[in-house]
């Protein structure tokens, strides 16, 4: 596989179509729910502005579990993220902000604040091909009301057309 992104340029590394799978805990770290995604990041301006576009394969796992209706608020977002250096913000026009920081090479931190909720995202790149990501949603008074973990796999360097579209405003 030829290598199209540089670990050196912030970003770079998240470009590409992405499968994930979640689950989500309670605070005491008892099963929640699971469900599986597709995601594609890609660069609409290179360097400057990252596109983030998510579908939910499994939407009605939360569908009776009116508790869990934050949380896929916060899951089912996309993003146009400016970069800056190191910094990434999204705007908001969706009614949730994102905003997030390059650590190192491998790891950035997102904060993704809606009204109702907000979770911390890290995400730690174990190779070019797996990422990792973990973090507490909570409620506006920082309760932790679940725990997150992802798991996602490169599946394509190249985001087909498809996946490539403008934000859906919710």
Excluded: C
Aim: charged share 20%; hydrophobic share 40%.
């Amino acid at each position: 596989m030829t290598q199209l992104f540089d670990f050196e340029i912030p970003y770079d590394v998240f470009t590409g179509l992405w499968f994930g799978k979640s689950i989500a805990y309670n605070p005491q770290g008892d099963f929640e729910v699971a469900w599986t995604s597709k995601v594609a990041i890609y660069w609409e301006e290179p360097f400057t502005r990252l596109s983030f576009r998510q579908d939910s394969a499994s939407v009605g796992a939360f569908a009776h579990q009116l508790h869990l209706a934050p949380l896929i608020r916060l899951l089912t977002q996309e993003f146009d993220f400016q970069i800056n250096g190191k910094s990434a913000t999204d705007p908001g026009l969706g009614g949730v902000r994102n905003s997030g920081a390059q650590m190192t090479t491998d790891t950035y931190v997102f904060h993704i604040i809606s009204s109702m909720q907000s979770w911390y995202n890290d995400q730690y790149f174990l190779t070019r091909e797996e990422r990792r990501v973990i973090g507490p949603a909570m409620d506006h008074s920082g309760t932790v009301q679940h725990l997150i973990a992802q798991q996602f796999t490169l599946i394509s360097e190249d985001v087909q057309i498809d996946y490539k579209r403008a934000l859906r405003l919710e």
